[in-house]
């Protein structure tokens, strides 16, 4: 079974930056996907960023040119640096791993960790 800890959430002001980190208990190699969603209280999960095995990375349109996601291979750790934070990007933020093996998908989901932009 998979384990994912997210770490690094926390109250900024808008403009600010935070760096967001999910250690995985496995292989970072042995994922066909890597990434970060968020949900806003009273909305729907939404995927922000993903690594994809052959892919370019995948980033939601309202945080293109601010957020860039990152894997670490000797850590298995995936990173999400946030920067030009905005109120709007308030959310619980969860790390996200998939395989796939005989066409069978599995997802892993972190904890969350909270992201508060105050105005």
């Known amino acids: 079974q998979v384990q994912l800890v997210e770490s690094g959430g926390g109250l900024v002001q808008a403009g600010g930056s935070l760096r967001l980190s999910c250690a995985t208990s496995?292989?970072?190699?042995?994922?066909?996907?890597m990434g970060w969603y968020r949900q806003a209280p009273g909305k729907q999960r939404e995927l922000v960023a993903q690594?994809?095995?052959?892919?370019?990375?995948y980033y939601v349109d309202s945080v293109k040119g601010r957020f860039t996601i990152s894997r670490d291979n000797a850590r298995n750790m995936i990173d999400l640096q946030m920067n030009s934070l905005k109120p709007e990007d308030t959310a619980v933020y969860y790390c996200n791993t998939v395989q796939v093996w005989n066409g069978r998908r599995s997802d892993y989901w972190g904890q969350g960790t909270q992201v508060t932009v105050s105005s």
């Open positions: 496995g292989s970072i190699f042995s994922f066909n996907a």
């Open positions: 690594l994809s095995s052959g892919s370019s990375p």
